[in-house]
Antibody, heavy 122, light 110 residues
């Protein structure tokens, strides 16, 4: 079955960096768009970024553009999120998610990981 | 990238039907038929319930249905059950090729 396992969360200082990973299994990773979504404590869901199956296209929420970079390694079935210049407001659980294969939307997330907590604090 | 508008809370009794609205603009909900709905129980990851306005993924109960009119999408849950109590989020693909979520709706089963 589809499994998505995030890692790399933790504590970072404002202005610092963290790198998240998401290990995928149970499906043909190289066929699917993938995305990162976050949820601040007690708050709603916020889309962060997505990447096309071949990495040819990426997009970002305005709140992270220029600071976060999404990438993938299809040979290793890994999705990444490099987070630089972190802010207190980036504190959240970060989920990786698989995009539905037969949807024209990059927002149809049919499988989610369990999430990894990123805390930005001095 | 303004968030889509959802009611903060809705409630219903077991067996009843409820509808949750999701209002956007002509550049997101109104532009594409690319609205999704997610259910999230406390401490759990979200679960996809509806995608592309009205498509149900395999394994999702047919008590859940989606529709759209203009800039507003709706999720209807019929035959309300206790286990439906959760937070529900909509999202939409946008004309800018980004994704925007709604603020979420807490469903209480009375």
């Amino acid at each position: 079955q589809v499994q998505l396992v995030e890692s790399g969360g933790g504590l970072a200082e404002p202005g610092g960096s963290l790198s998240l990973s998401c290990a995928a299994s149970g499906f043909t990773f190289s066929d699917n768009y993938m995305s990162w979504i976050r949820q601040a404590p007690g708050k709603g869901l916020e889309w962060v970024s997505y990447i096309s199956s071949s990495s040819s296209f990426t997009n970002y929420a305005d709140s992270v553009k220029g600071r976060f970079t999404i990438s993938r390694d299809n040979a290793k079935n890994l999705l990444y999120l490099q987070m630089n210049n972190l802010r207190v407001e980036d504190t959240a659980v970060y989920y990786c998610a698989k995009v539905v294969g037969d949807s024209g939307s990059a927002g149809s997330f049919d499988h989610w990981g369990q999430g990894t907590l990123v805390t930005v604090s001095s | 990238q303004s968030a889509l508008t959802q009611p903060a809370s809705v409630s219903g009794s077991p067996g009843q039907s409820i509808t949750i609205s999701c209002t956007g603009t002509s550049t997101d909900v109104g532009y594409y038929n690319f609205v999704s709905w997610f259910q999230q129980h406390p401490g759990k990851a979200p679960k996809l319930m509806i995608y592309d306005v009205s498509n149900r993924p395999s394994g999702v109960s047919n008590r859940f249905s989606g529709s759209k009119s203009g800039n507003t999408a709706s999720l209807t849950i019929s035959g309300l059950q206790a286990e439906d109590e959760a937070d529900y989020y909509c999202n939409s693909y946008t004309i800018s090729t980004t994704v925007v979520f709604g603020g979420g709706t807490k469903l209480t089963v009375l």
